[in-house]
């Protein structure tokens, strides 16, 4: 469950035990502009089981790329001992997804039912009880990353890494990518900063070329140095799973 602070933002427990996985927010970024990437959601899980029997409450970004899907890093959903799951939804999942700033939006909320794990890289596909038709979706690019490209970042990790919470205000950077392989493409941050990157709570922030209205999805925050960073973040390639997501999502 994490992503760096490419505008600091993803997956940290928010409690008092550390959290494996965890991402933060978009660090060193931006604010997104009102009425921006209502694409973007923000995923609020709790009851997440411990190897001791206790719990714990954690955060991920997402991507809507179906009225009724949200694609996410796989990791976010796992069991006792990390291992990612598939099926029934482990814990308790909330997506919100059309608003930028909690202060002055509540933007629309929904219940994940159902988890989807993809073979290819770390990521996955969560189902939502109600179809959003109010937003836009991203599209899956079925494009394959050039080294050179440059992609935004959204998301709604944590600014730093240290003392990691989740963002309150969805903030926004751009990246490059330094690096193709099969199943993943390495960014550095390019703007506002070098160090723009992402950050806990990150985990599934979305990197894709904005659009009038949506944009394409090119990767998913994978995992990454401790953030702010100037280094290379993993990321997930949306090409090579974008029949799956197809085919899952009609």
């Keep these: 469950m994490r992503l760096r602070a490419l505008l600091a933002a993803a997956v940290l427990t928010i409690t008092t035990a550390p959290a494996a996985f965890a991402a933060p927010d978009v660090a060193h970024g931006t ?4 009425g921006r990437f209502g694409f973007v959601a ?3 899980m709790t009851k997440i089981p411990r190897p001791d029997g206790s719990t714990y409450s954690s955060y991920c970004t997402g991507a809507l790329v179906a009225p009724g899907w949200v694609v996410t890093t796989g990791h976010c959903f796992h069991d006792a001992h990390r291992k990612r799951v598939a099926g029934k939804m482990p814990y308790p999942t909330m997506v919100t ?3 930028v700033d909690e202060a002055v939006e509540s933007g629309v909320a929904r219940k994940a039912t159902e988890v989807l794990q993809a073979k290819e890289n770390d990521v996955a596909l969560i189902k939502l009880d109600t179809p ?3 937003v836009t979706p991203l599209t899956v690019s079925r494009v394959l990353p050039k080294v050179g490209q440059q992609l935004t970042l959204a998301g709604w990790g944590s600014l730093t890494a240290k003392n990691p919470a989740p963002a309150t205000r969805m903030q926004q950077g751009t990246v490059q990518v330094a690096t193709v392989a ?9 703007a506002p900063s070098i160090t723009t990157s992402a950050c806990t709570y990150d985990s599934g922030a979305p990197y894709f070329v904005p659009g009038d209205t949506g944009g394409a999805l090119v990767s998913l925050e994978a995992t ?8 290379i973040e993993t990321t997930s390639r949306a090409d090579v799973i ?6 899952h999502t009609g």
């Design 31 to 34: 604010d997104v502009p009102p």
């Design 132 to 134: 959003v038709t109010t």
């Design 42 to 44: 923000k995923i609020a």
């Design 224 to 231: 990454g140095p401790d953030c702010p960073h100037a280094g």
């Design 97 to 99: 997804l059309g608003l």
């Design 242 to 247: 974008a029949d799956w997501i197809a085919t």
């Design 182 to 190: 099969p199943t993943t493409i390495g960014v550095r941050g390019a």
